[in-house]
T-cell receptor, first 114, second 112 residues
Framework: NAGVMQNPRHLVRRRGQEARLRCSPM?????VYWYRQLPEEGLKFMVY????????ESGMPKERFSAEFPKEGPSILRIQQVVRGDSAAYFC????????????FGQGTRLTVV | SQQGEEDPQALSIQEGENATMNCSYK?????LQWYRQNSGRGLVHLIL?????REKHSGRLRVTLDTSKKSSSLLITASRAADTASYFC????????????FGEGTQLTVNP
């Protein structure tokens, strides 16, 4: 049973380009969360999705950021027109039941905007 | 101060010693989870302790939870150099709809 898979592991984008980060949850998990981590800091919640639904996007910037978790395929975090401040590690987590269960994290995607 | 604050921020010990890290939080929680992160890597889930539990063990790890003081501690016994990592506590708050709120972490260094 593979863990949470994220790709790519490293992504370099020029300012103004789009970044697409992918996350495949653990088998059987239908709850997906995205977090962002800046250097030397803890993780900050961005968005919580279940299949085809955004449950909580209160941590995600209103502009340029979007997330989806389609019925088939991985969850996608999309950042349009990236800026230097978007450089960070983006982690995806999945859980089996949502509230009050363990969340398992992927290895993260390290986005560098040059 | 933030929900899920760990202290100390950094801890350096010798192999074989015990390491204790603390976490404080502000609001009512469903559970509290501890994670380990090696430099530049993903997070590894260590232990989940629910609000109605006071103590849990897993191998060399012991976690306590005091909901009256809104605090938790993670004890690593007989530490090894491989335990060197950052340790984060994360709270699943009653009002958060299952998202986790992380602290800033404790950087543990175990010297051989």
């Amino acid at each position: 049973n593979a863990g949470v898979m994220q790709n790519p592991r490293h992504l370099v984008r020029r300012r103004g380009q789009e970044a697409r980060l992918r996350c495949s949850p653990m088998k059987g998990h239908s709850h997906v969360y995205w977090y962002r981590q800046l250097p030397e800091e803890g993780l900050k919640f961005m968005v919580y999705l279940q299949k085809e639904n955004i449950i909580d996007e209160s941590g995600m910037p209103k502009e340029r950021f979007s997330a989806e978790f389609p019925k088939e395929g991985p969850s996608i975090l999309r950042i349009q027109q990236v800026v230097r401040g978007d450089s960070a590690a983006y982690f995806c987590a999945s859980s089996l039941l949502g509230s009050d269960t363990e969340a398992f994290f992927g290895q993260g995607t390290r986005l560098t905007v040059v | 101060s933030q929900q899920g604050e760990e202290d100390p921020q950094a801890l350096s010990i010798q192999e074989g010693e015990n390491a204790t890290m603390n976490c404080s939080y502000k609001t009512s929680i469903n559970n509290l989870q501890w994670y380990r992160q090696n430099s530049g890597r993903g997070l590894v889930h260590l232990i989940l302790i629910r609000s109605n539990e006071r103590e849990k063990h897993s191998g060399r790890l012991r976690v306590t939870l005091d909901t009256s003081k809104k605090s938790s501690s993670l004890l690593i016994t007989a530490s090894r150099a491989a335990d060197t990592a950052s340790y984060f506590c994360a709270t699943d708050r009653e009002t958060s709809g299952s998202r986790l709120t992380f602290g800033e972490g404790t950087q543990l260094t175990v010297n051989p």
